[in-house]
């Protein structure tokens, strides 16, 4: 009976040194929980090549979500990202595909307060195509800039890739280096005014979105080229019964990507009055306001180039005295 006495205070005093012991101890409790992976549940296969990823991600969940981020990879290899910051509300997502022959599979990985979950791989077998088909077909104009010729660029989306909406990434190679990305434009046209005379150039351009790429385009950066600055300008009085206006015309290469504006002023230390406020995209402009008897008018055209960093050339003065 001592004996079970005995252990009995024995376990006492334990106990109450463990008691103790835990009063001068800070317990953290980690108020944020550990996140389930968001579902994906399907891949949908759209018209015009497209497709549709679609996910889900359980409500209680929700609150600590701060967005997506949706990677791609083709034929079991390195996961590429296609889109990051995804609003934490969105549960699917449109992509223009290359449906180029092969295993394409997509994660979708969710960004918390506390970490970051992939998805499980969801995976489909993507039928081939030829080997001449691009998403973008390409081509490269040289045209004389300010002081030196430039590469214009243009490409169309050949029918794989035609409801594509997004970005598209240029990418230029010199002297057969390798390529380097220059440029990421909304716009199905480029000008390279970054460039050498004597250099042998090659150039890319890739949908943002994902690995389809176009033909390759290569060109050689010459003296001669057609003029992108306004060249030979010249005016025309145009008299007849009803009216009386000044024709201007010049020579100059035509382009999406540059504007021409006509400006006057009736005296050589005057303020120019632009006469075409909005830009033209012709070589031809007809100056139809009242001429004022004994005036001098002087004319000048100026391009503005939508090239990185944007550019602009302007032609000599031209007077008329309408005397």
Not at 14 to 43: E, N, V
Not at 71 to 96: C, H, M, T, W, Y
């Amino acid at each position: 009976m001592p004996t079970v006495k005995y252990k009995f205070l024995k376990f006492l005093l334990f106990l109450s040194i463990c008691l103790i012991s835990a009063c001068g101890r800070t317990i953290i409790d980690d108020t944020i929980p550990s996140f389930m992976t968001p579902a994906l549940t399907s891949t949908d296969i759209l018209p015009n090549n497209r497709v549709k990823v679609n996910w889900y991600f359980d409500a209680y969940q929700e609150p600590l979500l701060t967005g997506f981020r949706i990677e791609r990879s083709e034929n079991n290899g390195k996961f590429q990202v296609l889109a990051v910051d995804i609003s934490p509300n969105q549960r699917s997502i449109e992509l223009a595909e290359p449906f180029r022959g092969g295993k394409v599979s997509f994660r979708l990985l969710s960004k918390t307060l506390k970490d970051t979950v992939a998805s499980a791989v969801v995976s489909y077998f993507a039928p081939a195509v030829p080997n001449n088909i691009f998403c973008l077909a390409i081509s490269a104009t040289l045209l004389q800039g300010i002081d030196k010729p430039n590469v214009y660029l243009s490409w169309k989306l050949e029918a794989n890739s035609v409801n594509y909406v997004g970005n598209y990434i240029v990418q230029r190679s010199v002297n057969n280096a390798p390529f380097q990305t220059i440029s990421t434009t909304n716009n199905p046209y480029f000008l390279d005014a970054n460039t050498e005379v004597g250099l042998n150039y090659n150039y890319i351009v890739r949908l943002a979105t994902n690995n389809c790429a176009s033909n390759e385009i290569p060109i050689s950066v010459i003296n001669k080229s057609v003029g992108l600055c306004p060249q030979n300008f010249k005016l025309n009085f145009l008299s007849g019964k009803d009216k009386k206006s000044i024709l201007l015309n010049w020579d100059a290469q035509l382009a999406d990507f540059a504007t021409f504006y006509v400006f006057r002023k009736t005296s050589e230390s005057g303020v120019f009055e632009k006469l075409t406020p909005a830009g033209i995209r012709a070589t031809v402009f007809e100056d139809r306001t009242e001429l004022k008897i004994r005036t001098t008018y002087f004319y000048k055209i100026n391009t503005q180039i939508d090239s990185q960093p944007p550019t602009n050339c302007e032609t000599p003065l031209l007077e008329f005295k309408n005397y």
